[in-house]
């Protein structure tokens, strides 16, 4: 697998034509087409509908430019601030650790907002799960934490040297795919009687802490026909977009899929799950500039950076 294949990927979305998209890459259009298919087989399923005219890309095919173009901006951007650190050795790289859910979308944002504020930063994110990440803190490989907080789960347990700042909200909402008409083709209402196809966060996965209690609290379990189960929220969000059931999601993530009508909601307000986004660090950490972001952000608790 070649990341040019993607972009070779979204220069066909941009153009709707296979010769004209060749050209934009400088190559015969008979080499491009097989990247185009060597890309294909790599998926397992056909990311392009050649029947159209222009040609367009399949569902499969947007799901994975919508993902090829944030992870290459992701590594994009890592790549640049590698560059500017090594250039400037006497500048801090602070490390951001976080949960998928939290580093593929509201970190991101977040960032953007604190430098505006705070002043700019050579920064760098650590995505992976909760434990890896809390690890990572303990090692003093990453500088900050953030993580899911809840009524439910603390998402981080109180621990001597750990303190936590709330630096944003979520929430947990119901989604399924949207019908033709704009209504989920599943819903979770209480006087429903059948079984719904259920998505579900695997047990490892922390932000299934936040929704296992709501199952029990409202003995929905015996209604949850489990069909697919994964810790990443994205790949949850792609299997709901494909209408082969219902998940909660982090409002944040599926929004915009909400907008344009892919997504809908499964159920009322009153089956979201309110999150809070915590910031947590070492109490021991020595570093002056680390120390400088927490006070800031300490004296701005009750003004989040973003809504």
């Known amino acids: 697998m070649d990341l040019q294949w993607f972009k070779d990927l979204a220069s066909l979305a941009r153009t709707g034509n296979f010769s004209r998209a060749a050209g934009l890459n400088n190559i015969s259009q008979s080499a491009f087409s097989r990247r185009i298919q060597a890309l294909e087989d790599w998926v397992g399923t ?22 090829s173009e944030q992870a290459i901006a992701r590594v994009e951007t890592e790549r640049a601030q590698i560059q500017g650190s090594l250039s400037q050795p006497d500048k801090y790289v602070v490390t951001f650790a976080a949960q998928h859910s939290i580093g593929w979308w509201y970190y991101l944002a977040w ?40 009524r439910y789960a603390s998402g981080v347990e109180d621990r001597p040297h750990f303190e936590h700042l709330i630096i944003g909200r979520d929430r947990l909402i119901p989604v399924a795919k949207a019908g033709a008409d704009g209504d989920p083709l599943f819903r979770i209402e209480e006087d429903a009687t059948h079984a719904v196809p259920y998505l579900r966060f695997g047990p490892t996965a922390p932000i299934g802490w936040h929704i296992e209690p709501v199952i029990k609290e409202r003995n929905l379990a015996p209604r949850l026909n489990t069909v697919y189960e994964n810790s990443m929220g994205g790949a949850l969000r792609i299997r709901a977009r494909e209408g082969l059931g219902m998940a909660w999601l982090p409002q944040s993530l599926v929004e915009p899929d909400l907008q344009t009508g892919l997504l809908a909601w499964a159920g009322g307000e009153d089956w979201t799950i309110d999150l809070e986004i915590r910031l947590h660090r070492a109490q021991n950490n020595p570093n002056t500039l680390i120390r400088d972001i927490w006070d800031y952000l300490k004296g701005r608790e009750g003004d989040p950076l973003l809504p």
């Open 46 to 67: 056909p990311l392009v509908d050649r029947t159209r005219h222009p040609i367009a890309l399949t569902q499969a095919g947007e799901q994975m430019l919508e993902a």
């Open 111 to 150: 960032l953007q907002a604190f430098e505006k504020s705070f002043g700019p930063l050579i920064s760098r994110l650590l995505a992976d799960n909760l434990p890896n990440c809390i690890s990572a803190l303990e090692r003093g490989e990453a500088d900050f934490v953030m993580s899911y907080g809840s």
